[in-house]
């Protein structure tokens, strides 16, 4: 069975781009039954850029409801926080004095991040480290990622390679599994939907501010009755995304005219307000019973727990640490 582990930033709320991109493949993956997964929330690494205590326990809390809600299920998957398992920062300190600076001066996250002016600290710097404990804790073959993150898997392999170099074989080699690329999910504006360009639609948005979003996507501005081209439509493409049922009707209305684009726009957020219909309700239920969600927490942090002391104790072993005095 292959070992698949992916962790999830707990920034902010998630957006049909994080759906299409990454969320969505990655539920799939546990779905098909046919790999070991896990799947955690990585709230450790917001530490680099959020340093409100407040804001942080509130993305951490939603992002948990957030992945509960949309599919990740506790009985197939070992679902857990990796702040609840302290070998991710004990393994971290050991990888990075084995990490040469000029392999992380490489990474491409760092270099633009710092470019957009964010604040370096050396948690910023050293990202790619706590990463590859993540992922080397628990000997995971397949790490899915979106494009941005292969190459910090990568370099969780190349720390692996130079550990086993060094100590003897420890480590099980990753292999980044790049999520393909489902296109760029546009924003309101048609241009790649991200926070940053504030053309964002959110998943569990209200329904009027749902509403409100779909309704103001651009298009241009043939007048009603005319021919509308639905391969130039950005309201068509989420049709297609959606897989909405009754795509080729609509094509055919576009092209003979008798659909307009707020009509359009209307069926458009029917769909998928229907779509995230279980869950929103799964999430709703989450949210009034913190006692599940603390069980689920629970059980996920015991069974990571114990695959990930028994790699650190192999590797502080390897490394002359020992501590028998304490037993
Ligand atoms: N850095 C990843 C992201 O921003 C999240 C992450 C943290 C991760 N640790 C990981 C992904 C380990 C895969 C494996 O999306």
């Known amino acids: 069975m292959t070992r698949i582990l992916t962790g999830m930033q707990s920034s902010g709320t998630p957006h049909l781009g994080n759906y299409f991109g990454m969320m969505k493949q990655t539920i799939e993956l546990q ?11 990585a709230d450790l690494h917001s530490f680099t850029t959020q340093r409100d205590p407040e804001e942080f326990k509130k993305n951490q809390e939603t992002c948990v ?8 299920d506790p009985k197939k998957s070992v679902f857990y926080r990796q702040s609840d398992i302290r070998a991710h920062t004990e393994l971290t300190w050991l990888l990075l004095c084995q990490t040469p600076m ?73 292999e980044p599994q790049v999520l393909k690329d489902v296109e760029t999910i546009p924003g309101l504006d048609g241009q790649k939907m991200s926070k940053s360009y504030g053309n964002t639609i959110e998943i569990f948005a209200d329904e009027a501010v749902l509403k409100k979003k779909i309704m103001s996507i651009k298009t241009d501005s043939v007048p009603l009755g005319k021919s509308l081209d639905p391969k130039k439509c950005l309201v068509f493409r989420f049709h297609e995304l959606f897989q909405n049922p ?23 957020f029917d769909l998928i307000w229907e779509h995230f219909k279980p869950a929103r309700e799964t999430k709703a239920k989450l949210a009034q019973d913190s006692k599940l969600v603390e069980k689920i927490l629970k059980e996920g942090a015991e069974k990571a727990n114990k695959i990930a002391e028994q790699k650190l104790a192999e590797v502080r072993e390897k490394m002359g640490l020992t501590s028998k005095h304490l037993v």
């Open 102 to 174: 000029g392999l992380l001066e490489r990474a491409h996250s760092y270099k633009d991040k710092k470019a957009k002016g964010l604040e370096a600290n050396s948690g910023l710097f050293t990202y790619p480290v706590l990463m590859a404990a993540d992922i080397l804790l628990y000997s995971a073959n397949k790490v899915p990622v979106g494009k941005d993150q292969k190459q910090h898997v990568e370099m969780a392999r190349d720390i692996a390679q130079k550990f086993n170099n060094h100590y003897g074989e420890t480590f099980v080699l990753p």
């Open 246 to 268: 009754n795509l080729k009707e609509l094509e055919a209305k576009y092209k003979k005219g008798t659909i307009g684009y707020g009509d359009s726009k209307k069926q458009l």
């Open 31 to 41: 779905n098909e039954g046919k790999n070991e997964c896990f799947y955690f929330i």
């Open 65 to 72: 409801l957030d992945w509960l809600s949309l599919g990740v």
